[in-house]
Nanobody
Framework: QVQLVESGGGLVQAGNSLSVSCVTSGLTFSDYAMGWFRQAPGKEREFVSAAGPNGNRYYRDSVKGRFTIYRDNAKNIVFLKMNNLKPEDTAVYYC?????????????????WGKGTLVTVSS
């Protein structure tokens, strides 16, 4: 069975950094793009970042220069390093996997999801 398990969320002050990770199992990691989405209370789930199996990386505009996605293909783990966090980054962060083609920003097209990890940024 495919499993994506996130960890690393927590409470941080604005301006500080935090990393979240996603451990995968049950899939051929090299066949999938890996991505991070987030959902704040009362808002739609939105694309944050993705890393293709070919090494290409993608970011939404609001996190460019602050967040870095990294996939460890030897360990089947994907990380998201978040620097200079802002209160508007507060959300549940979800790990997702997409098979085939470039990673879409629409969450409806992603195949597998983790349960999420909560990141809260205080001002």
């Amino acid at each position: 069975q495919v499993q994506l398990v996130e960890s690393g969320g927590g409470l941080v002050q604005a301006g500080n950094s935090l990393s979240v990770s996603c451990v995968t199992s049950g899939l051929t990691f090299s066949d999938y793009a890996m991505g991070w989405f987030r959902q704040a209370p009362g808002k739609e789930r939105e694309f944050v970042s993705a890393a293709g199996p070919n090494g290409n990386r993608y970011y939404r505009d609001s996190v460019k220069g602050r967040f870095t996605i990294y996939r460890d293909n030897a360990k089947n783990i994907v990380f998201l390093k978040m620097n200079n966090l802002k209160p508007e980054d507060t959300a549940v962060y979800y790990c997702a996997a997409h098979r085939g083609g470039d990673p879409p920003t629409n969450p409806n097209y992603w195949n597998y999801w983790g349960k999420g990890t909560l990141v809260t940024v205080s001002s």
